[in-house]
C-alpha cells in the first residue's frame, strides 16, 4: 500500500487528478450528450418521416459500432481532417487535437444517442391526456412543453438516465488509448513503472466503483425530489 500513498513515495496524487479528470470528461460528455439529444429527441417523436429518419440513423450507428472505434473516428480522423483543411490554406505542419475535447466530444456523441432513446421513451409514456389539458387551458406550445410536459420527462426518464450515467463514466477508461491522463492510463503508466498491475487496476476498479456509488446517490436524490406529488 506504499505505493499508494500520497507524496513522492507514492502515486496516490497522480491517481488523485486522474480521478478528477475522469469526473471531467464524464461530465462534459454528458452535457454534450444532453445537447444532441435535445436536438435528437424530437426528431425522433416528429411525424415527418425524413426527420425520423436522420435521428434513426444517427442512434442506430452510434449504437452500433464499438464506443473504441468512435473515439478513433474523431481522435485521428479529426485530426487528419484539420490538417487536410489547413493544408488548403497554406499550412504545412502537423495539428494536434485536444485529447479532453476529442474524448468528451466522442463521448458525447456516444452518450447522446442513448439519451435520445431515454427521452424519447420518457415522452412517449406521457399520457395523451396531459397535452389535451394544457390546449384546453390555452398553454402555448412553448409553455407547456416547459411547465407541463419536461417536468415529466425528467421524471420519467432520471431512472434510464442514471444507466446511460453509467455507461459514460466506464467509456472515459476508453480515451486512455489518446493519451489523456485518467483512471485507466495513469493505472497503466503506474503499473508499468512499478511492476504491480494487480494493485494499480485493482485500485482503478475501486475508484471507478467509489464514483459510481456516489453518482447513483445523487442521481436517486433527484429522482426522489421529481417523483413528489406521484
Do not use: C
Not at 106 to 113: E, H, L, R, V
Not at 160 to 176: E, F, G
Request: charged share 15%.
Amino acid at each position: 500500500m506504499e505505493l499508494l500513498k500520497f507524496g513522492d513515495s507514492g502515486w496516490g496524487d497522480e491517481l488523485f487528478f486522474a480521478t478528477l479528470m475522469t469526473l471531467a470528461v464524464a461530465i462534459t460528455a454528458m452535457l454534450i450528450g444532453f445537447f444532441f439529444a435535445l436536438i435528437f429527441t424530437p426528431l425522433k417523436i416528429s411525424k415527418k418521416k425524413s426527420l425520423n429518419f436522420i435521428a434513426n440513423f444517427y442512434t442506430t450507428v452510434i449504437r452500433g459500432v464499438p464506443e473504441l472505434l468512435v473515439i478513433y473516428l474523431f481522435f485521428f480522423g479529426g485530426s487528419s481532417a484539420v490538417m487536410y483543411v489547413a493544408k488548403i490554406f497554406g499550412y504545412e505542419g502537423y495539428i494536434e487535437i485536444n485529447a479532453f475535447i476529442t474524448g468528451a466530444f466522442s463521448i458525447g456523441i456516444i452518450s447522446g444517442a442513448y439519451s435520445t432513446e431515454v427521452f424519447r421513451g420518457a415522452y412517449l409514456s406521457i399520457k395523451r391526456g396531459q397535452f389535451e389539458a394544457s390546449k384546453v387551458l390555452g398553454l402555448k406550445t412553448n409553455l407547456s412543453f416547459f411547465k407541463v410536459i419536461l417536468p415529466q420527462m425528467l421524471r420519467l426518464a432520471i431512472p434510464n438516465i442514471a444507466n446511460v450515467w453509467q455507461i459514460t463514466l466506464k467509456d472515459t477508461a476508453l480515451i486512455s488509448v489518446t493519451g489523456l491522463v485518467e483512471i485507466m492510463r495513469q493505472s497503466y503508466i503506474a503499473a508499468g513503472s512499478t511492476r504491480d498491475p494487480l494493485l494499480f487496476y485493482s485500485f482503478a476498479a475501486v475508484l471507478y466503483l467509489i464514483l459510481t456509488f456516489f453518482s447513483m446517490k445523487i442521481l436517486n436524490k433527484l429522482e426522489v425530489h421529481y417523483r413528489r406529488g406521484y
